[in-house]
């Protein structure tokens, strides 16, 4: 009788152990599930007038790509003409002010593009966007008159900027970051994910593309070129890693008028949209407000400017060019890293 009771308990701690192990092994195999959740996540939004997708591997992917989009949305409500009461439109609204960090940053960027540009990048361009309608969408040709007007306001050379970053603007001169803005938001945004040990991550700011080191398997990222006829046939790929892809093209955002086509980069020197065979300018950089800023200058600077510059600043960026007579033209750095169905011409 003793020795059941005995047999009872020893079976019922054996059943008890047995049910506790299985379990166990389900937890674990839970976990397991909700780890391998979190070492990547993908978001896909709208911000800064323009569709972004942040993807981030490794742990805590997930409160990354939280943190990555906060940040965008922190810069965007600080820089957006389109806002009344974001920083750049109060400057704007007050004929100066107060520039934050960022802002301040922008400036800096800004006025080094200028210089080094001698013109061709100029952020006071904004009431000549204003004037073809590209700030409201209410897209038009302007009135000579009108463009002429808002072009007398155009020039970097006359917003001061103070030691303490008080920046005053001349009579009817506005400011608008559109030229680097994502790029320096990618810059930022690479920094916090850095910071919070992200090794690999891949940011799309409205085809801003922000690589953050490899691909998780250790190889390069391959970032496709897109084709401006909007066909599957890509410009051509790159592959690199920790680097900015950034394009600049007329196809982006224009208007049609008359069986005219205008877009919305614009010759500081005419008041008009760019016309000089270009149809995209593409620059690989580690730097992103760069990558993003060049693009445009480069744009506007035309095929023969671009090289000089870029011969003169060749370590710090590569750029692919596309031009309206079909050539395509890549500089020396990416001759091992770009591919192409193209005929691919090299800049030396
Ligand atoms: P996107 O923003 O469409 O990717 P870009 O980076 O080339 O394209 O920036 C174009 C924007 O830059 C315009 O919408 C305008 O806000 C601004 N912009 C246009 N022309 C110039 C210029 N010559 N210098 C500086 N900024 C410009
Ligand atoms: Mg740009």
Not at 185 to 194: C, E, P, S
Not at 292 to 318: C, I, K, N, P
Request: glycine residues 8%; negative net charge; proline residues 2%.
């Amino acid at each position: 009788m003793r020795n059941k009771k005995v047999l009872i308990a020893l079976l019922s701690i054996g059943m008890l152990i047995a049910v506790i192990r299985i379990a166990m092994i389900f937890v674990n195999y839970e976990k397991e599930q909700n780890q391998k959740k979190e070492d990547y996540f993908k978001q896909n939004f709208f911000a800064m007038d323009t569709y972004m997708s942040v993807q981030v591997y490794g742990k805590n992917a997930q409160k990354n790509v939280e943190k990555a989009i906060a940040e965008i949305e922190r810069l965007d409500a600080l820089l957006s003409t389109g806002k009344e009461d974001s920083e750049v439109s109060q400057i704007n609204q007050n004929g100066g002010g107060k520039l934050s960090i960022d802002t301040g940053n922008l400036m800096d960027r800004a006025k080094y593009l200028y210089s080094e540009s001698d013109g061709a990048f100029d952020i006071s361009i904004y009431p000549v966007m204003k004037a073809w309608g590209f700030a409201d969408k209410d897209y038009h040709v302007p009135e000579e008159r009108v463009l002429r007007e808002a072009l007398s306001k155009v020039s970097m050379d006359r917003i001061r900027v103070s030691v303490d970053k008080e920046v005053t603007l001349p009579a009817g001169t506005e400011i608008d970051f559109g030229g680097i803005a994502k790029g320096y938001t990618a810059d930022r945004v690479a920094g916090i994910l850095k910071a919070n040990g992200v090794e690999s991550a891949m940011l799309d700011l409205g085809g801003n593309v922000q690589l953050i080191g490899k691909k998780p398997d250790g190889s390069d990222w391959k970032i496709a070129i897109q084709n401006p006829d909007g066909s599957d046939h890509y410009l051509g790929v790159v592959k690199t890693a920790d680097k900015a892809i950034v394009t600049s093209g007329g196809y982006e955002r224009n208007f049609t008028q008359d069986g005219v086509t205008y877009h919305h980069i614009i010759d500081p020197k005419t008041g008009y949209p760019v016309q000089n065979g270009l149809v995209s300018v593409t620059i690989v950089s580690a730097d992103g407000t760069m990558a993003d800023g060049l693009s445009t200058t480069l744009f506007v600077m035309g095929q023969e400017r671009a090289t000089e510059y870029w011969r003169q600043h060749s370590s710090e960026f590569d750029f692919v060019m596309y031009r309206e007579d079909g050539t395509l033209w890549i500089t020396s750095g990416l001759k091992d890293c770009f591919s192409s169905e193209f005929e691919i011409n090299e800049i030396e």
